[in-house]
């Protein structure tokens, strides 16, 4: 999955292995990593375009016919990255951290955990995502 870039699908069966044993090799953990990491950066960017178009100064697009498309498209950017975050972090919470098998592995989870909350920080208005950031940051 990972040569052929189909990355959802290769998180899909990572999510499998995570819970079927969840003391994770270190080719495993980069496999998992890989995966949530590109799934995550695609939307990440095209919320980053579709969030400079929104802002763009140019009157005709923000108030003209399409600015209603703009706002929803981003909004359902921002529930697709909601998603991903709260999907890994639920993983790295139930599964991964507490059965690190050394600390490598738990320092890798940590920040893991710490980058999804980051990411999910980027498109949600409240400061709870950045405050769990900087807590998994500094476990």
């Known amino acids: 999955a990972e040569q052929c870039e189909r990355f959802d699908e290769m998180l899909v069966c990572m999510k499998r292995v995570v819970k ?8 495993e953990r980069n496999l998992l990593s890989v995966a949530y990491k590109n799934v995550i950066g695609s939307r990440r960017a095209c919320w980053r375009a579709v969030s400079a178009l929104e802002m763009k100064d140019d ?6 016919p399409h600015a209603h498309l703009i706002t929803n498209y981003k909004k359902q950017i921002e529930a697709e990255l909601g998603e991903i975050c709260q999907d890994i ?26 980058d999804y909350h980051r990411y999910y920080a980027e498109v949600d208005n409240g400061e709870a995502q950045r405050d769990e950031a900087f807590k998994a940051y500094n476990n």
Do not use: C
């Open 20 to 27: 079927l044993s969840p003391d994770l090799s270190t080719e």
């Open 59 to 64: 009157e005709n697009r923000a108030s003209g």
């Open 89 to 114: 972090l639920n993983l790295l919470d139930k599964h991964l951290i507490d059965n690190s098998p050394n600390d490598e592995a738990r320092v890798f989870n940590y920040k893991m955990k710490g």
